[in-house]
């Protein structure tokens, strides 16, 4: 089983607008709104493949139902801490005129410490009986940066951890030896301390990760393609050519397609395939919408994997 570890959910409103003025009028053309969060993200696809999983994290009596519905409807477990206040709102505003979106991101309620005591609690207990815990997203407001390596030693190294943070939470997340991480080029860049524009770049500081005790680093580079290491082999795989409809969800999906390779018993290669096919096949869904089985499958021929 996947226990994923959703600290800050929220709800993706996602609009989509002909062509965006700023400062001036828009005019919403369609809208959708979905209950989201990297840790729920994770944990619809993973089960989407058809692995078990469940989301442990904060949910708020407001407005959380409908994540805790969407959860349920999917066949994901929900055992959630629930906390009075409301669930954040993301909004993302899509121009379809160039394509790009723009995010608008609430912060979160901030949770008490007796609250975050219970999570440290539910973790070690998810610790015993899950093949694989993932930390990944935001914090709430007033939560301590150091608080993922707190709920990685919870663990005890009973299962395999999987982090998916930047900046301090990553760093400090290190500390606690993640099975695996999963940074974009910018975020290795913060990690490394100077960008990573070129593919040597990428290789150097993902090296120095594995020597710092992570097994595997899995990099997102966009429209680069992707990076993995397992400390001996460095393997790069150039983008797919598909249409790009939105990149939201896309580097979840990617966690999730790798510990389907890790659940399948694959190889590096193999890992490394299933994690570039199911972040392929996400960005050809739209708005937060995440990716179907039947796309991520066919996706996986068409990754192709060189040494790098």
Same mark, same amino acid.
């Given at each position: 089983?996947?226990?994923?570890? +959703?600290?800050?959910?929220? $709800?993706?409103?996602?609009?989509?607008?002909?062509?965006?003025?700023?400062?001036?009028?828009?005019? $919403?053309?369609?809208?959708?709104?979905?209950?989201?969060?990297?840790? &729920?993200?994770?944990?619809?696809?993973?089960?989407?493949?058809?692995?078990?999983?469940?989301?442990?994290? !904060?949910? !708020?009596?407001?407005?959380?139902?409908?994540?805790?519905?969407?959860?349920?409807?999917?066949?994901?477990? #929900?055992?959630?801490?629930?906390?009075?206040? %409301?669930?954040?709102?993301?909004?993302?505003?899509?121009?379809?005129?160039?394509?790009?979106?723009? *995010? $608008?991101? *609430?912060?979160?309620?901030?949770?008490? #410490? *007796?609250?975050?005591?219970?999570?440290?609690?539910?973790?070690?207990?998810?610790?015993?009986?899950?093949?694989?815990?993932?930390?990944?997203?935001?914090?709430?407001?007033?939560?301590?940066?150091?608080?993922?390596?707190?709920?990685? #030693?919870?663990?005890?190294? @009973?299962?395999?951890? &999987?982090?998916?943070?930047?900046?301090? @939470?990553?760093?400090?997340?290190?500390?606690?030896?993640? !099975?695996?991480?999963?940074?974009?080029?910018?975020?290795?860049?913060?990690?490394?301390?100077?960008? &990573?524009?070129?593919?040597?770049? &990428?290789? #150097?500081?993902?090296? %120095?990760? +594995?020597?710092?005790?992570?097994?595997?680093?899995?990099?997102?580079?966009?429209?680069? =393609?992707?990076?993995?290491?397992?400390?001996?082999?460095?393997?790069?795989?150039?983008?797919?050519?598909?249409?790009?409809?939105?990149?939201? =969800?896309?580097?979840?999906?990617?966690?999730?397609?790798?510990?389907? =390779?890790?659940?399948?018993?694959?190889?590096?290669?193999? $890992?490394?395939?299933?994690?570039?096919?199911?972040?392929?096949?996400?960005?050809?869904?739209?708005?937060?919408?995440?990716?179907?089985?039947?796309?991520?499958?066919?996706?996986?021929?068409?990754?192709?994997?060189? *040494?790098?």
């Amino acid at each position: 089983m996947i226990a994923s570890v +959703c600290l800050n959910p929220c $709800i993706d409103r996602t609009v989509e607008i002909d062509s965006f003025v700023y400062g001036g009028l828009n005019r $919403i053309r369609s809208a959708r709104s979905d209950g989201c969060g990297k840790g &729920v993200n994770v944990a619809l696809v993973a089960r989407e493949m058809g692995m078990e999983a469940s989301v442990l994290g !904060f949910l !708020f009596e407001d407005n959380g139902r409908c994540i805790a519905e969407r959860l349920e409807n999917a066949g994901v477990g #929900e055992d959630c801490i629930w906390l009075p206040g %409301a669930v954040r709102t993301n909004l993302k505003v899509f121009d379809r005129a160039q394509r790009r979106v723009t *995010e $608008i991101n *609430e912060p979160g309620e901030p949770i008490p #410490e *007796e609250a975050l005591t219970r999570m440290v609690d539910k973790v070690r207990a998810y610790a015993e009986i899950a093949d694989t815990m993932v930390f990944t997203g935001s914090l709430p407001p007033g939560v301590p940066a150091d608080f993922y390596r707190t709920l990685l #030693e919870a663990t005890q190294g @009973k299962c395999r951890c &999987v982090l998916d943070a930047e900046g301090e @939470k990553l760093v400090r997340g290190l500390e606690a030896h993640p !099975f695996l991480i999963k940074p974009n080029d910018y975020e290795l860049g913060l990690l490394a301390g100077k960008p &990573v524009e070129t593919l040597e770049d &990428v290789k #150097e500081a993902a090296l %120095a990760c +594995c020597r710092g005790g992570v097994h595997l680093v899995a990099v997102s580079l966009g429209s680069r =393609g992707a990076f993995l290491t397992d400390g001996v082999r460095c393997l790069f795989a150039p983008a797919v050519e598909v249409e790009v409809r939105s990149t939201v =969800g896309a580097g979840d999906s990617m966690v999730a397609g790798s510990l389907h =390779g890790l659940h399948l018993g694959e190889d590096l290669c193999g $890992i490394f395939r299933c994690g570039v096919a199911a972040g392929t096949a996400a960005v050809t869904t739209e708005g937060t919408q995440l990716l179907r089985r039947d796309v991520y499958e066919a996706m996986l021929p068409r990754v192709e994997i060189r *040494e790098a």
